[in-house]
């Protein structure tokens, strides 16, 4: 027997999104990569499928569809293999959580539910190039620590630091930015089920601390 082989960059291929999964609006796909900065960075390379974890900045206003920046240590070899210009495809997970049956008001009528998992899901389809230059990852790190730093009583700021040991630090990180080409969303908040099981569930979820998927379960339609 013979098989056929499919020659396709597993890169390109789209996400599995049912209609009411889908995330239809591009300020809320942003607004989970905001509050999920953490990206799985994958790269189809010469040795195959690699991912790397990274906290990435988003710039809406930057390209067509956007333009995601971030820096990776000098000792990863991921910016070498991605010199040039490289189609990548970076993960961002939202909130998530699994779903018991036994939230559902409909289970102990009928008993004909299954547990689930609710989730939310970014999945983003770029050109990456390598930014090796001084003045950008300088940029780079910069607005990602005056981002996140907001919120404590003294934000850290590089000029708490010494310059020669900044500039150290700078010389043994790289920039990477992503020119977005595609972007897809995915919110499964139980929107294929009735109203009462979909919003007893997120009532749970609050009570186990998860008030964010909660929110999210409570406004899906």
């Given at each position: 027997?013979?098989?056929?082989?499919?020659?396709?960059?597993?890169?390109?291929?789209?996400?599995?999104?049912?209609?009411?999964?889908?995330?239809k609006h591009t300020q809320d796909v942003h607004a989970i990569i905001r509050a999920h900065p953490l990206?799985?960075?994958?790269?189809?390379?010469?040795?195959?499928?690699?991912?790397?974890?990274?906290?990435?900045?988003?710039?809406?206003?930057?390209?067509?569809?956007?333009?995601l920046t971030a820096h990776v240590a000098r000792a990863n070899p991921v910016w070498q293999q991605c010199?040039?210009?490289?189609?990548?495809?970076?993960?961002?997970?939202?909130?998530?959580?699994?779903?018991?049956?036994?939230?559902?008001?409909?289970?102990h009528e009928t008993h004909r539910q299954v547990p689930t998992w609710n989730y939310e899901v970014v999945?983003?389809?770029?050109?990456?190039?390598?930014?090796?230059?001084?003045?950008?990852?300088?940029?780079?790190?910069?607005?990602?620590?005056?981002?996140?730093?907001?919120?404590?009583?003294?934000?850290?700021?590089?000029?708490?630091?010494?310059?020669?040991?900044?500039?150290?630090?700078?010389?043994?990180?790289?920039?990477?930015?992503?020119?977005?080409?595609?972007?897809?969303?995915?919110?499964?908040?139980?929107?294929?089920?009735?109203?009462?099981?979909?919003?007893?569930?997120?009532?749970?979820?609050?009570?186990?601390?998860?008030?964010?998927?909660?929110?999210?379960?409570?406004?899906?339609?």
């Amino acid at each position: 027997m013979q098989y056929s082989v499919i020659h396709a960059n597993p890169l390109k291929s789209p996400m599995y999104i049912p209609a009411h999964f889908a995330i239809k609006h591009t300020q809320d796909v942003h607004a989970i990569i905001r509050a999920h900065p953490l990206g799985a960075l994958v790269p189809l390379g010469p040795e195959g499928l690699d991912a790397n974890h990274i906290p990435f900045e988003l710039d809406a206003s930057q390209g067509e569809q956007g333009l995601l920046t971030a820096h990776v240590a000098r000792a990863n070899p991921v910016w070498q293999q991605c010199k040039g210009s490289v189609d990548v495809l970076v993960i961002f997970r939202g909130n998530q959580s699994y779903i018991s049956p036994n939230w559902y008001p409909s289970k102990h009528e009928t008993h004909r539910q299954v547990p689930t998992w609710n989730y939310e899901v970014v999945h983003v389809h770029g050109r990456l190039t390598v930014m090796d230059e001084e003045k950008f990852v300088r940029g780079v790190v910069a607005r990602l620590t005056r981002e996140h730093e907001v919120n404590e009583p003294r934000p850290w700021k590089m000029g708490d630091s010494p310059p020669d040991y900044i500039d150290g630090m700078l010389r043994a990180i790289v920039g990477i930015e992503i020119e977005i080409k595609r972007i897809e969303g995915k919110a499964k908040l139980s929107q294929n089920r009735e109203n009462r099981d979909r919003l007893n569930a997120a009532d749970v979820l609050i009570t186990h601390g998860n008030d964010d998927l909660a929110r999210a379960m409570r406004n899906a339609k």
